[in-house]
């Protein structure tokens, strides 16, 4: 397992400061000689200005569900490799510092806040007695999430995906399912979800996912303060990487289309999980072979929200990266799911299935009218391109593409990878 990789990198950006807000550092004389030398390994890190919290699975998971031991599972999960661990400051007041990103929450949920109600209802506030709240950006959210966490079959078993030491999580408070915890963002959805309905992406932390909401709805709101610190600052390398100066992450610019042959069994660059990790894990591109499968935060954290395939006519990422087409199950245009390295612990089986980021509409066939699914029903996009779900692990190829969940969410199982590493 490479787990220091990563952990040397988060070092470094503590010890430089750049932890989403302007802080210094005081070093006792005889630890220099000790910090320069973890310095100059990492001379060539880009200085990162938003840290990647990592994602909270310390377990390795087999491809049928349960955790086994990370020697004997598939290498390169999420599991194996240990980024910016999370560092919450409780300050006494029903608020919460996170020390990795600087951003001050609320450790309160607002119930029942419309999008278009969000910023007036921060506006309003004077928790704690701060008035400059404001309802937090989806990066800005999702930065909290801890796929530690079990959706389980009810909520008495299910395990919140956040720190619930800092936090309050609270079930029911926007519907009549136990997951029903979605919380608001400020992030619109420039496209349009089901029958043309204006949305937002929202994070549940019941579930573990990431979707687009009508902005017509009533959800939960958790309110942040201090600036808006995450904004990608790529650089097209050259030698078909990009680097993400904002997070001091490296991305492969291509995807594993275009390895077709050797990124799976499917010849075209479709792999199942397993496949994925290991082709991340033994892929030489750009002279290097320090690549690996990105956890699901990583992968978000490259997600352009400004773009929809309805809308700006590409996937929602930076122009930069090269995307494969593909055809949907109704024969038209659209863009992959991706692959992440962490496990979702969801469903009668936890852990046989793994999380996704979709780059292109995330489809449903849904009857809007009769809130029916199936094959007959109409292909719409019913979660908005950026959300975030998960996929069986592994299957029969010719089982899939199916559909599955109350809006008929399409299965591929067989997606797409882009792998990522840590220069240092």
């Not at 990370?70 to 390169?76: E, I, K, L, R």
């Not at 009508?214 to 097209?236: H, M, T």
Request: glycine share 10%.
């Amino acid at each position: 397992m490479m787990r220091d990789v990563v952990t040397v990198v988060s070092s470094v950006l503590l010890l430089s400061g750049c932890v989403g807000g302007s802080s210094s550092v005081t070093v006792a004389t005889d630890e220099v000689d000790e910090v320069t030398a973890v310095e100059e390994v990492v001379s060539n890190t880009p200085v990162a200005s938003f840290v990647v919290v990592d994602a909270g699975q310390d377990n390795c998971y087999s491809t049928t569900g349960g955790a086994i031991s990370c020697s004997s599972a598939p290498t390169g999960q999420d599991g194996d490799y240990v980024g910016p661990q999370p560092s919450y400051t409780d300050n006494g007041d029903e608020t919460v510092t996170d020390n990795n990103t600087g951003l001050m929450w609320s450790a309160v949920t607002i119930n029942d806040v419309t999008f278009t109600d969000g910023d007036s209802v921060a506006a309003a506030s004077s928790h704690a007695g701060y008035i400059d709240w404001r309802v937090p950006t989806i990066k800005e959210l999702y930065s909290l999430i801890d796929f530690s966490g079990s959706t389980g079959m009810s909520e008495n078993d299910a395990v919140p995906y956040i720190d619930t030491g800092y936090f309050d999580m609270e079930f029911f408070s926007t519907g009549t399912r136990y997951i029903d915890a979605q919380y608001l963002t400020s992030t619109a959805y420039v496209g349009t979800v089901f029958d043309g309905q204006a949305a937002f992406f929202g994070v549940n932390f019941i579930d573990g996912r990431i979707k687009g909401y009508p902005q017509s709805g009533a959800w939960n709101l958790r309110l942040v303060r201090g600036s808006e610190a995450f904004e990608n600052s790529f650089a097209d390398n050259g030698d078909n990487t990009i680097t993400d100066s904002a997070t001091g992450l490296q991305w492969m610019q291509r995807d594993s289309s275009s390895f077709a042959g050797t990124a799976g069994s499917q010849g075209d660059g479709r792999v199942d999980w397993r496949e994925a990790l290991a082709w991340c894990e033994g892929v030489s591109d750009a002279s290097r072979s320090d690549w690996r499968l990105p956890n699901a935060k990583e992968l978000q954290s490259i997600v352009d929200y400004s773009r929809a395939p309805d809308i700006s006519g590409t996937p929602a990422i930076d122009p930069l990266f090269e995307v494969v087409t593909m055809l949907d199950p109704d024969g038209n245009t659209n863009y992959p799911f991706y692959w992440s390295s962490t496990t979702h612990l969801d469903g009668p089986i936890a852990g046989d299935h793994a999380i996704y980021v979709a780059f292109g509409e995330a489809q449903g066939r849904f009857n809007v009218v009769t809130q029916a699914i199936g094959v007959g029903e109409e292909l719409l996009d019913v979660h908005g391109a950026g959300a975030q779900r998960s996929d069986p692990k592994s299957g029969n190829i010719g089982d899939y593409p199916d559909y599955f969940g109350p809006q008929g969410d399409v299965r591929y199982v067989y997606n797409y990878a882009r792998c990522v590493r840590t220069p240092g």
